[in-house]
């Protein structure tokens, strides 16, 4: 079993930045992907990053390439979501999340293909 713990979330101005961490415990395999998701009120839950653990590749949304950014501490066994340059628009309750079989489901953003859900942090963009 895999437990998964946000923090990090707060509110921040536009333009503002904010860093999330993710961290898991329990067995974590080299072929998971551990994601992030964000769900806005009234909206449906959305892949915002990935992180392929076999092999460091990341992906990310085009609503926030170029302003976030995905990585990982495997000593702390912690995954970081950092925000940039943060919106409005990217106000949510953000997820980290874990896919344990060999789909595809974070890259597509598909979070019913998720296999782990931590309980989630709001980040509130306002002035």
């Known amino acids: 079993q895999v437990h998964l713990a946000e923090s990090g979330g707060g509110l921040v101005q536009p333009g503002g930045s904010l860093r999330l961490s993710c961290a898991a415990s329990g067995v974590i395999r080299d072929h998971y992907v551990i994601g992030w998701f964000r769900q806005a009120p009234g909206k449906e839950r959305e892949g915002v990053s990935c992180f392929l653990l076999r092999d460091g590749s990341t992906f990310y949304a085009d609503s926030v390439k170029g302003r976030f950014t995905i990585s990982r501490d495997s000593a702390k066994n912690t995954v970081y979501l950092q925000m940039d340059n943060l919106e409005p628009e990217d106000t949510a309750v953000y997820y980290c999340?874990?896919?344990?079989?060999?789909?595809?489901?974070?890259?597509?953003?598909?979070?019913?293909?998720?296999?782990?859900w931590g309980a989630g942090t709001l980040v509130t963009v306002s002035s």
């Open positions: 999340a874990i896919e344990a079989s060999y789909g595809s489901s974070c890259l597509h953003g598909y979070s019913s293909g998720m296999d782990f």
